[in-house]
């Protein structure tokens, strides 16, 4: 909110791009849906890096990896942008220099998946360490309401790195 704040002024037109950005995240967490497209949520969770390029500036770099061709597929609603955000606040906040998130989706074998990788340094390490789990628990918790034992999601923790990984199956 300070960022859109502090736009009022100098950029009318970021201000405004940047409310519609955070309705749009609203929304989302205001919904009873279950599940929403891979695309729904790609789309949102663009709507959420809109917000934070605005804040971080080119401190944050995002590459995205998409196949596109899965964008109907779907996944439990607010799998990706809480991830992202995990990210971000674990990952890139605490670099001085910032640093780049990839976004990856792709078919293997009989499954979607999804993948979040960001760079850790000393400090993002110590906050990772203290950060409570409850985005990831609540993924989790979706995942297994929605297929069981057969979806995964899986962490790869190295001393550079953290990836999210969310292994769904499809139907």
Known sequence: MNTIASLVAISPE????????????????????????????????????????????????????????????????LSLQPLVENAIYHGIEPLTEGGKIHISTLKEGKHLVISIKNPLGKLSRKLHQKGNQIAQNNIRQRMNLVYGNTAEFIINDTKETYTAVLKIPLN
Not at 29 to 40: F, P, Q, V
Request: hydrophobic share 40%; aromatic share 4%; proline share 2%.
């Open 14 to 77: 970021k201000a405004e791009t940047a409310i519609e950005d955070l309705s749009d995240l609203f929304r989302a967490s205001l919904s009873d849906k279950n599940l929403n497209t891979l695309g729904n949520e790609i789309e949102l969770t663009e709507s959420y890096l809109n917000i934070e390029l605005l804040r971080m500036g080119s401190r944050l770099k995002v590459l995205w990896n998409i196949d596109n061709s899965l964008n109907n597929i779907q996944i439990p609603a």
